[in-house]
């Protein structure tokens, strides 16, 4: 069974530009979450998606950000435009749809976004 | 989310067991203990979680102390591929059953000496 995967592994892009990264979850993951790691920061959390609903989105970090899960299958994170600061590594993780309890969340290799 | 406390570095020898310590002295009742590690240049990967018992798995071991407050990774037998950075992470099961996000701590990054 393929893993999480990412698309692409690494981008440059100039301040000012746009960038989009993609994932693709396991398939049959309702779940599907976005994580950064900022330079020399800590790994934060995104967003959640259930399915293709938006369930908690408090971690997105201003209105730059646009992530989107058409059909509830990959979904999309669009960075316009970029700042500096955006520079890091943009995790994504799915899991499936369980009950109460303890999970695994299954992470992508990230995407290394760059801005000059 | 309960904090987490897990010391910033450790060193192993290659062969001999580690123990990666977490405290999470205001964890609560319901709070599960998750363990994640992150290889170099990969996402993090699940190790191990628990509720109040010890458990067991193919990669580790997770021994939690009777008043919960903290807990320890035991790697059984260091190999040059368990270095990474390993996370401790305190995980409330959601009302709504819907996974919710993991908050990522510092992190202890592991180093195997050959």
């Known amino acids: 069974e393929a893993g999480v995967t990412q698309f692409p592994s690494h981008s440059v892009i100039e301040k000012g530009q746009t960038v989009t990264l993609r994932c693709d979850p396991i398939?049959?993951?309702?779940?599907l979450y976005w994580y950064r790691r900022v330079m020399g920061k800590e790994i934060k959390f995104l967003l959640h998606?259930?399915?293709?609903?938006?369930?908690?989105e408090s971690g997105m970090p201003n209105n730059r950000f646009l992530a989107e899960r058409t059909g509830g299958t990959y979904s999309t994170l669009k960075v316009q435009p970029a700042e500096l600061e955006d520079s890091g590594v943009y995790f994504c993780?799915?899991?499936?749809?369980?009950?109460?309890?303890?999970?695994?969340?299954?992470f992508g290799p990230g995407t290394r976004l760059t801005v000059t | 989310d309960a904090k987490t406390t897990q010391p910033n570095s450790m060193e192993s020898n290659e062969e001999e067991p580690v123990h990666l310590p977490c405290n999470h002295s205001?964890?609560?009742?319901?709070?599960?203990i998750h363990w994640y590690r992150q290889l170099p240049s990969q996402g993090p990967e699940y190790v191990i979680h628990?509720?109040?018992s010890n458990v067991n798995n193919r990669m580790a071991s997770l021994a939690i102390a009777e008043d919960r407050k903290s807990s320890t990774l035991i790697l059984h037998r260091a190999t040059l591929r368990d270095a990474a950075v390993y996370y401790c992470?305190?995980?409330?099961?959601?009302?709504?059953?819907?996974?919710?996000?993991?908050?990522f701590g510092t992190g202890t990054s592991l180093t195997v000496i050959p």
């Open positions: 205001t964890i609560s009742g319901t709070d599960y």
């Open positions: 628990g509720l109040t």
């Open positions: 398939s049959g993951h309702d779940n």
């Open positions: 993780a799915s899991s499936p749809p369980r009950g109460p309890g303890a999970y695994e969340q299954y």
């Open positions: 998606f259930v399915k293709e609903s938006k369930q908690d």
């Open positions: 992470i305190l995980r409330a099961p959601s009302k709504r059953y819907i996974l919710d996000q993991f908050y």
